[in-house]
């Protein structure tokens, strides 16, 4: 039995060693010529023997080089010249007029300093002949030129002589602190309302003047998001605070304000307090002098302000009122920082409105005035 394509060679007799049992037929694997199995393995290829190479001319090229590479010549520059249209004569190029010495202009030269360079004095004194040198020309003088004046730019900054750039705002808080002490030894010539309302004004002219009048343009625009944003700062803080802590509140508001009826409490807190706190404390000490001595300066105002209130027997209320009023100027400051100052003052108006008038209204609380003694 084979397998595979049929041969039509002859096959190769197999020795008598090999041979199998009798009826057993020759199992042959192979692709073209069969392949048995066992014995020494036949290629079938003729062994030729490869022929010596001459190494030497091998090296030799068969074929000569390539010729050198022949370039045609340039023309010449003439030759790409354009030639002028029949009828039309082109004039010759003008030459250069030549100056003489006198129509030259001479050019200005500086006359010299007077020095000369530092040079040995010589060992021993050499004569020299004397040289007749022509006289030199007297140079002609330089007119001094004036340097040029810029014409204004529209937008460039001139000089800043504006009060709120040279004047420190730490100078007048000190003025306005030791002005707070003296109201405190009037003789009873200023009641609660009247020394909060001079000490406010104050505050606001301050503010103003260093703020809003005369001073360099501020960055910050009044936009309508964020008015919101400080509205809605205020109210956040003072909902929930009139929620869970009205009572107290209102016997807070009472304490700081005990002459103040409705009318004025509102007036106070919603208006003049916010605005004169807002253009002095936000406005130009924390322009100039940064967050933290904005927040201590509003904290000392607060101190003084309610001095009186701490020392009329209610000093555990006045205390809870200055120490919260000074954390809430701190949120003031971030807010004016963030969304500028007009926000500062809605989110302070709005502050004062739900911690300190609501509650009193609510409790229908109308502080009578106080007749003074």
């Known amino acids: 039995m084979t397998f595979g394509p049929f ?8 020795p008598e060693d090999e041979q199998g049992e009798a009826g057993q037929p020759d199992f042959f694997v192979y692709h073209t010529d069969p392949l048995p199995f066992g014995g020494e393995a036949d290629d079938g290829l003729i062994a030729t023997e490869l022929p010596s190479i001459d190494w030497q001319r091998a090296r030799r090229p068969t074929t000569p080089g390539m010729p050198p590479l022949w370039l045609p010549p340039l023309p010449a520059p003439d030759a ?4 002028p249209p029949p009828g039309v004569t082109v004039a010759p190029a003008p030459s250069r007029p030549h100056l003489t010495p006198g129509e030259r202009v001479p050019f200005p030269v500086p006359p010299s300093p007077g020095f000369q360079p530092l040079a040995p004095q ?5 004569s020299t002949p004397a040289i007749l040198k022509p006289a030199a020309e007297p140079t002609p003088a330089v007119a001094p030129v004036a340097p040029p004046v810029e014409a204004p730019v529209e937008g460039r900054e001139s000089a800043r002589i504006a009060l709120g750039e040279r004047v420190d705002p730490l100078y007048p808080l000190i003025f306005y602190l030791a002005f707070s002490v ?3 030894f009037t003789g009873g010539l200023l009641t609660t309302e009247a020394r909060h309302t001079l000490l406010w004004t104050t505050l606001i002219g301050l503010g103003a003047l260093l703020t809003l009048v005369d001073a360099r343009p501020h960055a910050d625009q009044m936009a309508s998001a964020n008015l919101v944003w400080g509205l809605g700062i205020g109210f956040v803080i003072g909902l929930p605070l009139l929620i869970l802590t009205g009572p107290g509140l209102a016997a807070t508001a009472r304490a700081l304000f005990p002459e103040a009826t409705l009318p004025a409490l509102f007036q106070a807190l919603v208006v003049v307090g916010p605005l004169g706190e807002t253009l002095f404390f936000r406005g130009s000490l924390q322009e100039k002098r940064g967050m933290s001595v904005s927040v201590a300066g509003a904290g000392l105002h607060n101190m003084l302000l309610f001095l009186p209130a701490w020392l009329a027997g209610s000093a ?3 205390g809870a009122g200055i120490f919260y009023l000074t954390v809430l100027s701190w949120v003031y400051s971030y807010v004016r920082r963030r969304y ?3 926000a500062a003052f809605v989110c ?3 502050t004062n409105l739900m911690l300190l008038f609501l509650p009193s209204a609510l409790a229908g609380a109308t502080l009578p005035q106080t007749p003074i003694p």
């Open 7 to 14: 041969n039509l060679g002859p096959r190769r007799p197999k």
């Open 182 to 184: 003296g109201t405190l």
């Open 122 to 126: 010589p060992a021993a004194p050499v």
């Open 348 to 350: 302070q108006a709005a």
């Open 80 to 83: 790409l010249k354009l030639a």
């Open 340 to 342: 500028g100052l007009t």
């Open 316 to 318: 555990y209320l006045a």
